[in-house]
């Protein structure tokens, strides 16, 4: 049984709690740590059976016992507690981004050299069952040689405006997860970057310096051409879809709904909107991912998303950022 420690109790550490107790046959978590480690916090990580819970994610680093440990806290300590875990010898699942820095990215990736080692970054995404049987049907061959990626990406709602502070802005936390989409659907890295964005949605959030409305393109390091297209606010709910268009066919998806129904009556055809937000519409995602960190400790193979994958979303978002900025196409060389 693999012994886990969470740091960080805020929202994505308690999904992650909730789903490997719930549905990680070969993983349990031993211990949380979250420096703001309240009463209400503290029951609620009780009530799942975890033995340790502390204000300091030292106290895990330090415990022998656990064999990895998901970072789960504020983006900016991503990268150092990384580090100071695979010094500590545990394995490291850490959530997206790894960081927003080039260089502390690289110091992670420094870190790992030499070790035997397993890091993951929390891209669930990929483990959606909808893109992953996109991605099956590009591996299979059956639409041929992959030409060109759409991905639309657009939330039911904006954020409050002072999270943009902290996020990094649309693309490095928003968009960061269509980057890493692009290059897991055609299993290639990304060569050019180019932006069009606008504040179509919340001027708040054009005054914090961000956008919420953009079309991206993206030029694949193996030919193909990818489009993103990503809003703050689709009023009718959550909008996640892709499709791949190949010399042989075309593979898309749709968005996950409560059920297939459809009502028709005097009015139309009427049917449900999509769920609304990512907890609703990713949940499995979360499950699958850890089950696949868990296997790979347990059997010593390749985790399914590496620093490479952190690094080159990373890229990709600093890239599109540049693009913005300086009205043109970006290489990921120049970053």
Known sequence: MIKIGIIGAGRIGKVHLKSITNNVPNAVVKAMADPFMNEETENYVKSFGVEKITKDYKDILSDPE??????????????????EAIKAGKHVFCEKPVDHSIEKIQAVADALEGTNLKFQVGFNRRFDHNFAALRKAVDDGRIGDPHIVKITSRDPEPPNPAYIKVSGGMFLDMTIHDFDMATFLVNSDVDEVYVQAAVLVDPAIGEQGDVDTAIITLKMANGALCVIDNSRRAAYGYDQRAEVFGSKGMVTDWNDTVSSAIVLDENGLNGEKPLFFFLERYMQS????????????????????????????????????KSLEEHRPVKLSEI
């Open 286 to 321: 979360f499950t699958a991912e850890v089950c696949q960190f868990a296997d790979a400790i347990e059997n010593d193979t390749e985790v399914p998303v590496g620093i490479h994958a952190g690094m080159q979303s990373v890229k990709i978002a600093l890239a599109a950022k």
């Open 66 to 83: 656990i064999d990895a440990v998901m970072v789960c806290s504020s983006t900016d300590t991503h990268a150092a507690i990384s580090v």
